[in-house]
Nanobody, 126 residues
């Protein structure tokens, strides 16, 4: 499975931005997909995730109410709509695919991620 994230850029605080993660490869649409981010000097952290049918979504506390994850399996694409962006959201955002999601805690185990895409940089200015 190959993942390609796009949509990053420079925005101002309060603005919105939509990220896309295009997946390709055999059975790519059967993987759950999550978004992670890594700020300079920080650990990579979970942001949001969606199961392969799109039935279940998961969010980190900081993303709840501001970010929305969705997927379009016909296009093999997962989206992350980010609203009310804050400077603290500045990071490189990565999408990742995992075959099995047992519960929300599955997303926190980065060693359990099957595939990572290259990141896209989001910069939020104050």
């Amino acid at each position: 499975v190959q993942l390609q994230a796009s949509g990053g850029g420079l925005v101002q605080a309060g603005d919105s931005l939509s990220l896309s993660c295009a997946a390709s490869g055999r059975a790519s649409s059967t993987y759950a997909v999550g978004w992670y981010r890594q700020a300079p000097g920080e650990e990579r952290e979970f942001v949001a995730g969606v199961t392969w049918r799109g039935r279940d979504t998961y969010y980190a506390d900081g993303a709840k109410g501001r970010f929305t994850i969705s997927r379009d399996n016909a296009r093999n694409t997962v989206y992350l709509q980010m609203n009310s962006l804050e400077p603290e959201d500045t990071a490189v955002y990565y999408c990742a695919a995992v075959l099995v999601v047992q519960d929300g805690s599955s997303w926190l185990n980065l060693d359990g991620i099957d595939y990572w895409g290259k990141g896209t940089l989001v910069t939020v200015s104050s």
